[in-house]
């Protein structure tokens, strides 16, 4: 498998390459491309995944490189993390939310909204590209808004999308807005499966105590 990622720079792309890479088939004769506009970043982690202990077992190119139209040639997967510009709407979006009472977030809300406008035509551009170099490939879409983004790819082009982000950890936000708390609250500490906005919690606790506990003081009252 060939797998391109945009915004290879990202140290967040060295944990899902090394859980691929204890598949070895996955990529055996495929290749890992990174391409950032910062090609030092982009090398500096394609050589530590060169150098984890899961690589030596793998028959597996890891190349570098600021070329986006070479990195998607041939292509099985196209990996979109890079990260959509967030201010000044953020905070913004944020006064506005909280003076007129709507949820806050990236997604379908106010911000969600400049943040499509913004990057909306760069991500169709490059699902574009993908029509033309790899079209049988699908793109992942890390950046934010991750519905709209990967509705306008799959309903507008060629090519397949899939939105995926690290909603695993949006507990964290969730959890305390249960217990009438607005805040990111960094003592839940939980066991979660899926992936993107469609994750489980298994169990958990919160300062020492079971989540299970603290909840139904909670939801006691005004649920």
Wanted: glycine residues 8%.
């Amino acid at each position: 498998m060939n797998i391109t990622f945009l915004g290879g720079g990202s140290l967040r792309i060295l944990p899902i390459v090394r859980a691929l890479l204890q598949t070895p088939e996955v990529f055996d004769g495929g290749s890992i491309r990174l391409v950032d506009l910062k090609l030092e970043r982009a090398e500096a982690v394609g050589r530590l995944i060169s150098r984890c202990p899961e690589y030596r077992n793998v028959n597996c190119e890891v190349v570098w490189t600021t070329d986006l139209d070479r990195a998607l040639d041939g292509a099985d997967l196209f990996y979109l993390t890079s990260a959509i510009e967030r201010e000044p709407s953020d905070t913004l979006a944020l006064q506005a939310s909280c003076e007129y009472g709507y949820l806050h977030s990236d997604q379908l809300s106010i911000n969600g909204s400049f943040l499509a406008a913004r990057a909306g035509n760069m991500v169709m551009n490059f699902a574009r590209k993908m029509e033309r170099c790899c079209p049988e490939a699908m793109m992942l879409i890390f950046a934010n808004p991750v519905p709209v983004f990967s509705a306008a790819v799959t309903n507008y082009t060629k090519i397949k999308a899939l939105g995926i982000c690290a909603g695993f950890g949006n507990h964290r936000w969730d959890l305390p807005r249960i217990c009438g708390r607005d805040r990111y609250e960094n003592e839940w500490n939980v066991v979660a499966a899926g992936v993107n906005h469609l994750s489980f919690i298994l169990r958990g606790e919160y300062q020492g105590r079971d989540m299970n506990e603290v909840l139904r003081e909670q939801l006691a009252v005004g649920w």
